[in-house]
């Protein structure tokens, strides 16, 4: 089996037995619960906004987890020794985090269309889940990085959430509707990810969806090389002989 | 098996050089002891030869080849194993070995190296569940799962009861008579002075002094006999150098006609030679 291969099963079995899948799928119950609770029936507009939070916040989360568990318990230290290339390392937890990203639009989806109505396009949001996964998934690696346990993960976070994620919410719930405020937010991330998932819905302008490919696009694979740089510095630190 | 030359190399947040024009040989099928107090460097030593830390200055060979050469293939063939605990601790001890050896061309038979260490039978529990003594002796199975040809060990007894720590030490031994090439990093010498085929001390950042225990003994060695015996109401004490022993008169004169309470042959240890060259011996 090609290494890969291998730290990607070892990724998933780890994500039961640590019972990160498990934290995923009570997630996914609370936006079950949330659209249960929401009594407006079309929920095509609501529906891009719960995957937009769980697309950005879970990602970060999920891969700062999988880290920190790691450098906790000192088995990074054993992988850092182990014939694995640092892409196949990484991208195995990107492919996972990914997935369950994945996997709870699925069941959100399935969930709206048996009891709600929406009409969005699935395979659509799909793509758009993918690149917002894989984006935040660097954002993780890059806050895991920094962050010397893993409450000052949450912390720093927390940070990216409020500079990020909360000017895009506002001004997509349109709480917020100042002109110069509107296109501040266009350099966000965030803002990026909001617009290709409301794609879905088609309610997006085509300028404005070539611009949001575009950043997460070029965005992940610079992100990404980034990540792999810091690597190094990374692995010399946590891994002590 | 390494060349190491002029090896220098200083932690970007730090100003001074951690290691400083360090040399040494590790030769094949040795244990090579890499000695020093705290923060001399060992780790970082060991760090660099483990490609952990990349720009560091001066040359190391690894089997006559420059190791900036080697790609992460390196690690199919050595074997590091740590003095802290390494494992997925909700996994069973037979996953974590299972996961990692399946990223090795190599596979050791694991299950006759954990039956050897007493683990054998706790292999289906999660590691979590295991004593400290079971997790030092599962990461020795780790070091060892694909068969290294360089062995790098860090502590590797430290936490282990004496039955347990004979056992390993064996199978250390065994390993070298394999063809087998360690490099040991530890403050026990009793496991050193067992073990090891030829000791470097570390002091400074750099390599004061590298020779076989048994000729660092000689140099350093100041062996003694020390005689305690019963002067009046008090007990006395004196010593006799052992190299002159069977030409001492006093010696003769003190064993005949004084009551001997005791007779110790003192020999200097590796402990003496530590603190003798590291330059460590009080804080005070």
């Not at chain 2, 062996?223 to 008090?234: A, H, L, Q, R």
Request: charged fraction near 20%; proline fraction near 2%.
């Amino acid at each position: 089996m090609p290494n890969f291969l291998v730290l990607l099963v070892g990724e998933l079995k780890r994500m039961v037995e640590y019972k990160i899948a498990a934290a995923s799928v009570v997630v996914a119950l609370i936006w079950i619960g949330i659209l249960y609770l929401t009594e407006i029936p079309d929920i095509t507009f609501i529906f891009p906004l719960l995957i937009f939070v769980d697309a950005t916040s879970m990602a970060i989360l999920m891969v700062g987890v999988t880290i920190f568990f790691e450098k906790q318990e000192g088995s990074l230290r054993a992988i850092l020794v182990s014939p694995i290339s640092k892409t196949d390392y990484l991208l195995s937890k990107v492919v996972v985090t990914v997935t369950s990203s994945v996997l709870t639009l699925i069941v959100l989806y399935i969930y709206a269309l048996l009891f709600k109505d929406i009409n969005l396009s699935l395979i659509g949001l799909l793509s758009a889940v993918i690149l917002v996964a894989f984006f935040h998934a660097q954002i993780g690696f890059i806050l895991s990085y920094y962050s010397r346990d893993f409450t000052s993960l949450l912390v720093n976070m927390m940070k990216y959430l409020f500079i990020f994620f909360m000017p895009t919410l506002l001004v997509y719930t349109g709480i917020i509707n100042h002109e110069l405020f509107d296109k501040a937010v266009y350099l966000a991330p965030t803002t990026a990810a909001m617009t290709l998932l409301n794609a879905s819905t088609g309610n997006v302008e085509s300028g404005d969806l070539i611009y949001a490919l575009a950043y997460l696009g070029i965005g992940s694979v610079i992100l990404f090389v980034f990540v792999l740089r810091l690597f190094d510095s990374f692995a010399a630190r946590e891994g002590g002989v | 098996m390494f060349e190491v030359r002029n090896l220098s190399y200083k932690y970007p947040r730090n100003r001074e050089m951690t290691i400083r024009g360090m040399n040494f040989d590790i030769r094949q099928g040795e244990i090579f002891g890499l000695l020093g107090p705290s923060g001399v460097g060992k780790s970082t030593t060991q760090k660099i030869m483990v490609k952990l830390l990349t720009d560091f200055e001066g040359s190391i060979y690894y089997r006559n080849r420059d190791l900036k050469i080697y790609d992460k293939d390196y690690y199919q063939e050595v074997g590091v194993g740590f003095e802290v605990p390494v494992h997925f601790s909700k996994l069973t001890a037979e996953e974590n070995i299972n996961f990692f050896k399946k990223l090795y061309k190599n596979q050791a038979d694991t299950d006759t190296l954990m039956k050897r260490l007493g683990i054998f039978e706790d292999r289906k529990k999660k590691v979590s569940e295991f004593s400290k003594g079971m997790k030092i002796r599962l990461n020795f199975v780790r070091a060892m799962l694909n068969n290294p040809v360089m062995l790098f060990l860090d502590e590797p007894t430290i936490g282990l009861d004496p039955a347990n720590a004979r056992i390993l030490k064996n199978l250390i031994k065994e390993y070298r008579e394999g063809g087998g090439t360690v490099l040991l990093s530890t403050h026990l010498m009793n496991d050193v002075d067992e073990l090891c085929d030829r000791v470097a001390f570390m002091a400074n950042g750099k390599i004061v002094e590298t020779d076989t225990p048994q000729s660092l003994k000689r140099k350093y060695g100041e062996s003694s006999v020390e005689i305690t015996y019963v002067k009046g109401d008090n007990l006395q004490k004196k010593s006799f150098e052992m190299e002159t022993l069977s030409k001492n008169n006093e010696f003769f004169e003190l064993v005949r006609n004084e009551k001997i309470v005791s007779m110790h042959s003192k020999e200097t240890t590796l402990d003496d030679i530590f603190i003798k060259v590291t330059g460590v011996e009080s804080y005070a």
